[in-house]
């Protein structure tokens, strides 16, 4: 299994950017994608996540901002970040779930078994 995420880079607040989770060795439509992020210093959380069902759930931080969606014939997925700010400056992760994950799970590191590089988002004021 392996995940490529791509598509970060410098950005001014309320920029944009798309990041992209490339995904070989698993199907992004039969496991749960999440994003996850780490700024400096500070643990890793939640961003987003999209079941196997389609739904969508987000952190409070980001939601109307951020929009997560999959490509089943490109087998990757996508987080479309609008109204960036300084606050959103992280190195972020996509992860894969085993098989479908329960809501309550989707915001749980440890629910994640797979796990790409990162890519960082700097977004200056």
């Known amino acids: 299994v392996q995940l490529q995420a791509s598509g970060g880079g410098l950005v001014q607040a309320g920029g944009s950017l798309r990041l992209s989770c490339i995904a070989s060795?698993?199907?992004?439509?039969?496991?749960?994608m999440g994003w996850f992020r780490q700024a400096p210093g500070k643990e890793r959380e939640f961003v987003s996540a999209i079941r196997t069902s389609g739904s969508t759930h987000y952190s409070d931080s980001v939601k109307g901002r951020f929009t997560i969606s999959r490509d089943i014939a490109k087998n990757t997925a996508y987080l479309q970040m609008s109204s960036l700010n300084p606050e959103d400056t992280a190195v972020y992760y996509c992860?894969?779930?085993?098989?479908?994950?329960?809501?309550?799970?989707?915001?749980?590191?440890?629910?994640?078994?797979?796990w790409g590089q990162g890519t960082l988002v700097t977004v200056s004021s």
């Open positions: 992860a894969a779930g085993k098989g479908r994950l329960i809501v309550s799970t989707l915001y749980l590191k440890n629910s994640y078994d797979s």
């Open positions: 060795g698993l199907t992004v439509s039969t496991n749960t």
